[in-house]
Structures are given as C-alpha cells and as structure tokens.
C-alpha cells in the first residue's frame, strides 16, 4: 500500500531516490508516465496491468479514450529501481510536470503521483470544493 507523502530532490541526472517502505512493491519493476494533472504516475505492474486492460477496452472511436490512451501509453517508460533506490525520470517527464529540484510523492494506495510541490500544494487547496460538489462521496458513506 502507498501511503503519505515525502519530499525529496532530484539529481543533475533527473534521479528521484523512493522512499524505502516503497521499493519493495516496486522490486519487480513499475511504470512511470504521465497523470492526468500534470503530475506523474507510478504504477507497479499489476496495477499497471489493470489500468492497461480497462483503456483497451474503451472503444478507440471514443474521443476520451483516445485522449486517455494517448496521455498515459505514450508517455509510459518501464523502470527498475538501482541498489539505491533511485529511478531516472526521462527529460519530458519531467518537462510534463515541471520537476526540476524538489519532488512531492505521494501515496495513492495503489499507485504513486510525483508533483512539483507548489503545484500539488494548489490541487490540494482545491480538494474541498471538489469533494463538497461530489455527490458520489455521501453515497460511499465515507
């Protein structure tokens, strides 16, 4: 499970170290690609695997399954960490979502976002409108 949120740099080679109680869910290798929020995403392979079977099932006449296949395929690149626990995140990922130093990652139970902090401070700040405006929420309950 990923949970939390941790800040770290990246190095002049564009390496981001992952938080140690991470990697062994990564041990296996992951994908990186680009989210919807103009952050990045990591997905280990099985949930990978999940998000790759639902968008090929989505009809390609669909214009937001076109969109949706386009963002997330053609920005993935697989990776395995190094015995430092570090991955390299390509030039146009990190142009995509503006990383350039300090990175935000955060836990998403299932996957991992990368922000560039004061971007993720903004979405943040806007999560209690768009929760107050969602009426699927009070039907989970939570």
């Known amino acids: 499970m990923f949970w939390g949120e941790f800040s770290h740099h990246l190095d002049e080679k564009g390496r981001l170290i992952i938080p140690a109680r991470y990697r ?6 992951a994908i990186l690609t680009r989210g919807l929020d103009r952050n990045l995403v990591i ?3 099985d949930a990978w695997q999940n998000v ?14 076109r969109a949706l296949r386009r963002l997330l395929f053609s920005g993935a690149v697989e990776f395995s960490l190094d015995r430092q626990g570090r991955m390299l995140i390509p030039g146009y990922l ?3 979502a503006s990383l350039d130093g300090d990175v935000l990652i955060a836990g998403m139970e299932t ?11 903004r979405t943040l700040e806007g999560v209690p409108h768009a929760l107050a405006e969602a009426k699927h929420i009070l039907e989970l309950g939570i």
Do not use: K
């Open 111 to 121: 996957f991992l976002e990368i922000w560039e902090p004061s971007s993720w401070r």
């Open 52 to 65: 790759s079977e639902r968008l090929n099932q989505m009809p390609i006449t669909h214009p937001t399954a």
């Open 43 to 45: 997905y280990p392979q």
């Open 94 to 96: 990190r142009d995509y």
């Open 24 to 29: 062994p869910q990564l041990s296996q290798g």
